[in-house]
Every structure is written in C-alpha cells, then in structure tokens.
Nanobody, 115 residues
Framework: QVQLVESGGGLVQHGESLRLSCTTS????????MDWYRQPPGKQRELVARITSGGTTDYADSVKARVTISRDNAKNTVYLQMNSLKPEDTAVYYC?????????WGQGTQVTVSS
C-alpha cells in the first residue's frame, strides 16, 4: 500500500522558515519524481517544486529564490525547505509522487504565515 505522509507545517510569522517532510512507503522511492504542490484558500492547486529521480530540481517562479527541494533516498523522504515566508505562501502543501506505476498524493499539511 502506497503512503505519503507530510509533516512540518504550522503557523509562522512573515520572514520565518519551515521545513516540510514527506515520508513515503509502498513504492520504489528512488525511481520516482517527487513534487510539492500547494493549494491556497479559494485557489487551485499549483506546483511549487519538483525533484527528479536523478536529483534535478525545478521551482515555480514565485518561490524560486526562497525554496529548496531535496530528497533522501535512504529514508524514502522528500523535503521542502522554505525561507523568508510570506503571507501569500499560506496554503495546504501536498506531496506528490509520479512514476511508472502511477502517481499518488499525500493528505497535505497546512502552512499559515501571519503578517
């Protein structure tokens, strides 16, 4: 059974940092692309960052200078380090895996940034 479990969300102030984690099981993590998406209140879900199975990363323009995605294949975990957080970063953040067997979503973790 495939599982993706996000953690690390919370309430922070403008300018602070958070590190989100997504721990996975049930598939060959190292072979899969891993993404972080977010869904702000009342808006559509959007891609924040992606890391390929080879470690290549890509970021949304809105977060590029402030966010780092990384993966630890030994721990089957993907991370999202977010710095200089802004109120507009407030959203539910979702982990997503995609690969040969299909794609799966985590349940999401809430990030709230106060001004």
């Amino acid at each position: 059974q495939v599982q993706l479990v996000e953690s690390g969300g919370g309430l922070v102030q403008h300018g602070e940092s958070l590190r989100l984690s997504c721990t996975t099981s049930g598939f060959i993590f190292s072979s899969y692309y891993m993404d972080w998406y977010r869904q702000p209140p009342g808006k559509q879900r959007e891609l924040v960052a992606r890391i390929t199975s080879g470690g290549t990363t890509d970021y949304a323009d809105s977060v590029k200078a402030r966010v780092t995605i990384s993966r630890d294949n030994a721990k089957n975990t993907v991370y999202l380090q977010m710095n200089s957080l802004k109120p507009e970063d407030t959203a539910v953040y979702y982990c997503h895996a995609s690969g040969r067997r299909g794609n799966w979503w985590g349940q999401g973790t809430q990030v709230t940034v106060s001004s």
